[in-house]
Structure formats: C-alpha cells, structure tokens
C-alpha cells in the first residue's frame, strides 16, 4: 500500500491566486515527519516546509503553509499568491519514527508528486 | 554556507562499465543518504550514513552498488556492471539533527547506460 499518497498528477493555477497540494499519508507511528519538496525542470529538489507529528500548530515558511489534519492524515501544502516561477513538481514525503532515532527509518518515502503550473 | 554539491552532474557509459558518483554534502551536516530517480517517479532510498557508519540499506542497493563515506565527509557510490535498468537521477542528500532532520539535495547525477 502506498504510504505516501498525491491524488493530484497535474495543477493548474493563475497568478497571483493561491493553490492547495494534496496529500494524504498512512504510518502506525506516533512521531514522524511530513515534508514537501519542490522539483524544477532543471531536476534539484528543494526543501519547502516540515510538519512534525507533535507540532501544535500548522507550519509556515513565507507563502508556503502546511495545512495539517492529524485525524485525517493528510497534509496538503497550500501556496499563496502563486508566481510563475513555482511552476514544477511537488513531491511530499514522510519520515517514520523518531526525530532522534538513529538508527534506521531515517530515509524518507516519497509520494509520485503533483505538476504545478503557474499561467500568467 | 554552500550547499551539497554531486560530481559528475552528468555521466553517459556503456552496458557493463563500473561508474563512481561523489557527493559533497553541507560541512556541518553529519547525515548522507543516496536516493535513486526515474522519470515520473518520486525518489526512492539507496542508503544512508550517519558519519561514516552506513546505518541502513534499501533492498534497491544490489551487490553491484557500493557506497562509502570515509572520514564522515564525502560519500561515494560506485555501480559495478552497469545495466541499462540503472539509468536514472542519482541523488545525494544532507542533513543534521535539528528541527525535522530536514535533507538538503544537491543537483544530482544524472547516468544514462547505453
């Protein structure tokens, strides 16, 4: 079963509007970690914003927030005032277990990622 | 503060020669971890260090991949017997213990096996 599941092959979104990623994710752990990325054409993969499983309150880095439901399992990025530069793929991804674990369950799994497309 | 640098960026070889990747990752950074990359697909886990003890492996990583990290500094990973199957994104990522252990990628190699 996937553990890390984007409904969302490809989106389309205006200037300047704001634009939700979904994804939803299934562990039996008590503490892990949500992460999104952001992928360019030109392939590096870049680190947008973390969720940990016990933080209170929802994250936030600039215009990107994460909105986290526990319950539901799901954590979806939403991009405010969308700009033509972040066109590009956005991958969520989970690490299981604790954050001072380590030893193994340090890697992170991946979801297949959404296509984001800015339209000027 | 420079980022996690990977050498080569680019690495075209033939069915059957043994290639190395190198990964430089963030000097104060004392994780490394390898992912592997193809077309439509998420990254998916090779291996990982914490200094130079490799913590753990995915069943991904054949007795053709080796990885090192000696020193706790760079990393290399060497593919023995290239396959035209192991074509692919070969990322390399750091991190350090704080906040959420967030990994920082580098540009990746990108090997294409002829």
């Known amino acids: 079963a996937q553990k890390i599941t984007q409904t969302q092959p490809g989106m389309f979104v205006q200037e300047k509007e704001a634009v939700t990623l979904d994804c939803t994710y299934d562990t039996s752990d008590q503490s892990y970690g949500l992460f999104w990325y952001k992928q360019p054409s030109s392939g590096e993969m870049i680190f947008l914003i973390y969720q940990g499983s016990y933080d209170e309150q929802n994250a936030t880095e600039g215009r990107y927030s994460l909105n986290f439901q526990k319950a539901r399992k799901s954590a979806n990025l939403v991009i405010s005032a969308s700009q033509l530069g972040d066109s590009a793929m956005y991958f969520c991804?989970?690490?299981?277990?604790?954050?001072?674990?380590?030893?193994?369950?340090?890697?992170?799994?991946w979801g297949l990622g959404t296509s984001l497309a800015v339209n000027p | 503060d420079t980022g996690v640098s990977q050498n080569p960026r680019h690495k075209i070889t033939k069915r059957g020669q043994n290639v190395t990747f190198r990964c430089d990752p963030i000097s104060e950074h004392n994780r490394l971890y390898w992912y592997r990359q193809t077309l439509g697909q998420g990254p998916e886990f090779l291996t990982y260090?914490?200094?130079?003890?490799?913590?753990?492996k995915s069943r991904l990583l054949s007795d053709r991949f080796s990885a090192e990290r000696p020193k706790g500094s760079f990393s290399t990973l060497e593919i023995q017997r290239t396959e035209q199957g192991d074509s692919a994104m070969y990322l390399c990522?750091?991190?350090?213990?704080?906040?959420?252990?967030?990994?920082?990628f580098g540009p990746g190699t990108r090997l294409t096996v002829l």
């Open positions: 991804a989970m690490r299981e277990g604790p954050l001072f674990n380590a030893g193994n369950n340090r890697k992170l799994i």
């Open positions: 260090f914490q200094n130079e003890a490799q913590l753990e």
């Open positions: 990522a750091s991190s350090r213990i704080e906040r959420g252990d967030e990994q920082f």
